[in-house]
């Protein structure tokens, strides 16, 4: 097959990209620039989006003997995972940027324009598997992926190469050694990759704005504090409240919700945030659809996984667990599993 490698400039890409070739494909490198100001992108090789990064690509490409180019994808990315990733906040949800980065620029907008430029597929260095066309876990459950990728449609996977998901982390960086690749050792990548310092509060604040309100306690109604926008907080959160009014027995509060039309941050004790009962908006269906439903369902990345039923109601799901799940933030993945194999995405809240 003609293939495109995406090449991000870490050890995961590049070990795909190798292993492509090496089954005898044709492979061609591209590495993706993705904002408009690069200055603005942190320093140090993280192994994703810093400056470093397309000159690691293009090592790797001249190494492997593909041809190498650079797309500009700076204009999306800034529409669909930034702006995105703002709005999401200032309404009271918490997004996964880089859920949102696979869906609309790795496997939208590349895989659109690598078909259009008359290949086959896109191989990336996700750690999943792609087994007769079912997306699956990981054989590394540390660096499992198949929760970000939970989002591409059927049609999207079918064109998608992932040659990482048997191996183990370890694995991959032995591989890239074996094979004299120069990202070999390179640190993993943890950090939101257009957020230089880390600071995700300061981030928002300055193309939102102060918008100062309360912060309430759940049980009283008390206000027991103040903060300068309630798009710094999320569900769960403990962190960073700077309450003034300490709760009546000395136990931490966290946040519980969060109401971005009145401003108010709501927060209480740890056991309020058990949930039991999970609703989820717009699903995507990676197999038929059976009905009625029990598997297990994962609500963050990395996250705890909860054996479930799945009910239909108007077109969203509302999961019933047969565990509590603790501080499920609206706008997070509810992803969908039987054993090893991803059924289902959708978006809490």
């Known amino acids: 097959m003609r293939l495109l490698a995406a090449l991000s400039g870490g050890v995961d890409s590049a070990v795909a990209a190798a292993l492509a070739l090496e089954a005898g494909h044709d492979v061609t490198g591209v590495h993706l620039a993705l904002s408009s100001s690069p200055a603005t992108l942190r320093t140090g090789a993280r192994g994703c989006c810093s400056k470093e990064d397309a000159r690691d690509a293009s090592r790797v490409a001249d190494l492997l003997g593909i041809p190498f180019y650079v797309w ?103 591989a890239a050694a074996a094979r004299g690749l120069p990202v070999a050792g390179k640190p993993d990548s943890h950090d939101v990759c257009f957020i230089a310092d880390g600071d995700t509060a300061g981030f928002l604040r300055e193309r939102l704005g102060a918008q100062p309100g309360p912060v309430v306690d759940a049980a009283t109604g008390a206000v027991v504090g103040g903060h300068d926008g309630a798009y710094a907080y999320t569900v769960g959160q403990r962190r960073g409240l700077a309450l003034t009014v300490p709760s009546p027995d000395g136990r931490p509060r966290y946040v519980l919700s969060v ?91």
């Open 72 to 174: 500009d994808l700076a204009d999306r990315f800034r529409a669909d995972v930034i702006d995105d990733f703002v709005g999401e906040y200032a309404a009271g949800r918490t997004p996964n940027p880089c859920l949102r980065c696979n869906e609309k620029i790795k496997f939208t907008a590349v895989l659109d324009r690598a078909l259009a430029l008359g290949f086959d597929a896109v191989v990336t260095g996700h750690h999943a598997r792609l087994h007769e066309g079912a997306l699956r876990r990981s054989a590394d459950a540390a660096k499992d992926q198949s929760y970000v990728l939970a989002v591409l449609t059927p049609q999207q996977l079918a064109r998608t190469v992932l040659p990482l998901g048997d191996l183990t982390k370890a694995g991959v960086r032995a």
């Open 259 to 349: 109401e971005p039309g009145s401003r108010t941050v709501t927060v209480g004790p740890g056991e309020a945030l058990d949930v039991w009962t999970v609703r989820a908006r717009r699903p995507l269906w990676l197999v038929p659809r059976p009905h009625p439903l029990a598997c297990e369902v994962q609500l963050r990345a990395h996250g705890a996984v909860h054996a479930c039923e799945v009910h239909e109601e108007d077109g969203a799901w509302r999961l019933e667990l047969a565990t509590a799940a603790r501080g499920v933030a609206p706008g997070q993945a509810a992803v969908l599993y039987d054993g090893e194999r991803v059924l289902a995405s959708a978006t809490t809240g």
